[in-house]
């Protein structure tokens, strides 16, 4: 692809308008290249900033998720945050979201909720889960993710390396569909994020004293034994590692295969 202003940000828009992912692939891993060794505050700011009012935050408000929101909020609280209430959550979670957001000052978190009917029609007992994960995860997240990103040309999410084996190779930008994702804490490994949360005070998800290490659906989520995979808790005892969001969004540049926010 022959870029033809300085910046690569804007490129990307202009793909992403139009749709085209095997470009925007190339700008993703030209726009990997150049923020390899650029901290998690300043990918951020980027994305933020040139994708302004067309690039949302994608929150699972779970085990890990406050060190993001917390950069976000210091750079622009008014970044909109998608947040997917799957109906199946921990009510800790519920009340994590609620006591975050507003203890961090953002301004528009938006709870994604599954379409009522496909609920009527799917998954009218809640219990879908125990036969049919995949069709579960589409109509709980799958979809309203979709539908709501229909408005951004980016979006932003927390995955890291080292959280399992399916994301040890997540690119810092990466191309899905006519859009970029971001990833800044891509690099970052527990002590960082630990140092990082002990320096801002900010609150864990009440689930982390419990043993669970990454929250998800309270039917899909254990506790985990030390040494274990962080994600290993997720569909404990299936061959299924991630939720889909990712995986039915990710274009041919996408190295990660790995799905939960
Ligand atoms: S994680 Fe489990 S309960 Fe949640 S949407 Fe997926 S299958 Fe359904």
Not at 77 to 101: C, E, S
Not at 163 to 170: D, K, V
Not at 228 to 241: I, N, P, Q
């Amino acid at each position: 692809m022959a870029f033809e202003s300085d910046s690569l940000v804007d490129d990307a828009r202009i793909e992403a308008a139009r749709g085209e992912d095997a470009s925007l692939d190339d700008v993703a891993r030209t726009l990997s290249a150049r923020l390899r060794g650029a901290s998690p505050q300043a990918i951020l700011a980027e994305a933020l900033t040139a994708f302004g009012g067309r690039v949302a935050l994608v929150s699972s408000f779970g085990a890990e998720s406050a060190v993001l929101l917390h950069m976000t909020a210091q750079i622009d609280p008014a970044t909109p945050v998608l947040f997917l209430d799957t109906g199946q959550l921990f009510g800790q979670t519920l009340d994590y979201r609620k006591a975050l957001a507003k203890r961090l000052g953002l301004r528009d978190v938006r709870d994604l909720r599954p379409a009522y009917a496909d609920l009527a029609t799917r998954d009218p007992k809640a219990d879908l889960w125990r036969s049919d994960t995949e069709t579960c995860c589409q109509i709980r997240k799958v979809a309203p993710l979709n539908l709501a990103l229909g408005e951004f040309d980016a979006w932003i999410t927390g995955r890291k390396r080292f959280q399992s084996q399916t994301r040890a190779h997540l690119p810092i930008v990466e191309a899905a569909q006519g859009k970029l994702k971001f990833n800044p804490l891509a690099a970052w490994g527990r002590e960082a994020l630990d140092a990082y949360a002990a320096a801002h005070d900010l609150p864990a998800h009440p689930l982390t004293a419990f043993g669970y290490p990454s929250v998800g659906c309270w039917p899909c989520t254990k506790p985990v034994e030390n040494g274990e995979d962080l994600r290993s808790g997720r569909w404990a005892g299936s061959e299924k590692t991630e939720c889909g969001i990712h995986t039915s969004q990710s274009g041919g540049a996408a190295q990660d295969v790995g799905g939960g926010i």
